[in-house]
């Protein structure tokens, strides 16, 4: 009788690892979404690929890699559902949070830091040296769900007592990558970025740095966010793997570099509270709606 009870009882725990096993392959795998952080959507893939494996290591469940091609698009794709996990700019991420819910549960640490500064970019040729001097300029902003290449810049214009549409001759919406090129190239008079990009297409051989010449500087910034959709923020387990495995990237860098592009250096958690510069500059511009 004892052998048979030995028997059932290894019956029923294979039975119920059976199961789990089951339902665990049953879910979908969580669509993990990246902005345009590279010149094109393939590098891009290859880029952010490693960062989705590790997920799916460290989770135990396949995550699904998918590259938005802008900041506002990825910030609608988190909030109706196409997209559960995304690595997100700060703009995007206080909109889908405030329209949908979305909440950040870690921020991506650049150079051990967790912020950034926007900029505003021009020639050394153009002999444009403060804001004052762009006026009658071309300029051309961000993607209007881009932090650096929007909002902030939008804001600053607006302290300044600036209307973007009569101050400049033309004004234009392109992504960062443009933009520090047209800028370089004597194509457009100035722009907005972010100090990251400029120094990634500098180090990449992208633009030269003597082509290129800061003339504004935010304050810092929350650097971007691992956010994920309102349908798992109450999954608290869930969430729970996820800060752990990000957490965890500092010490894995250490054994594949390419877990993250260069100057990455892991994630810190961080809460909603984190992005309030943000709220306020969308809030004191009206791109965003006090509830």
Do not use: C
């Amino acid at each position: 009788m004892k052998r048979i009870a030995r028997l059932l009882s290894i019956f029923a725990a294979f039975s119920l690892l059976t199961v789990a096993t089951a339902a665990s392959a049953a879910e979908p795998p969580p669509k993990f979404g990246v902005g345009l952080f590279q010149p094109d959507r393939e590098k891009n893939d290859a880029t952010y690929r490693p960062l989705a494996d590790y997920l799916s290591k460290k989770l135990n469940r396949p995550v699904e890699l998918r590259t938005v091609d802008s900041w506002e698009g990825l910030a609608k794709s988190l909030a109706n559902g196409e997209t559960d996990l995304a690595l997100m700019g700060p703009w995007g991420y206080v909109l889908a949070n405030h329209q949908a819910g979305v909440q950040v549960i870690s921020t991506i640490l650049y150079d051990g830091k967790p912020e950034y500064f926007a900029i505003t970019v021009t020639s050394p040729k153009s002999g444009i040296n403060t804001l004052a001097d762009l006026k009658g300029k071309t300029f051309a902003f961000g993607d209007k769900g881009s932090t650096s290449g929007y909002l902030i810049p939008l804001h600053h214009f607006m302290i300044q007592g600036i209307d973007p549409e009569k101050y400049f001759s033309k004004v234009i919406h392109t992504s960062h990558q443009a933009i520090e090129t047209q800028v370089t190239q004597g194509v457009l008079d100035a722009g907005a970025d972010y100090n990251r990009n400029r120094n990634a297409m500098i180090e990449q051989g992208l633009i030269k740095a003597e082509d290129s010449k800061i003339i504004w500087t935010s304050d810092p910034l929350p650097n971007d966010a691992f956010a994920i959709s309102a349908t798992l923020a109450g999954d608290k387990a869930l969430i729970g793997k996820l800060q752990a495995a990000l957490s965890g990237i500092g010490e894995e860098l250490k054994r594949d570099p390419k877990l993250l592009p260069p100057h990455y250096t892991g994630f810190v958690s961080r809460d909603n509270a984190f992005y309030k510069p943000i709220r306020d500059a969308g809030l004191a511009t009206g791109k965003l709606q006090a509830r």
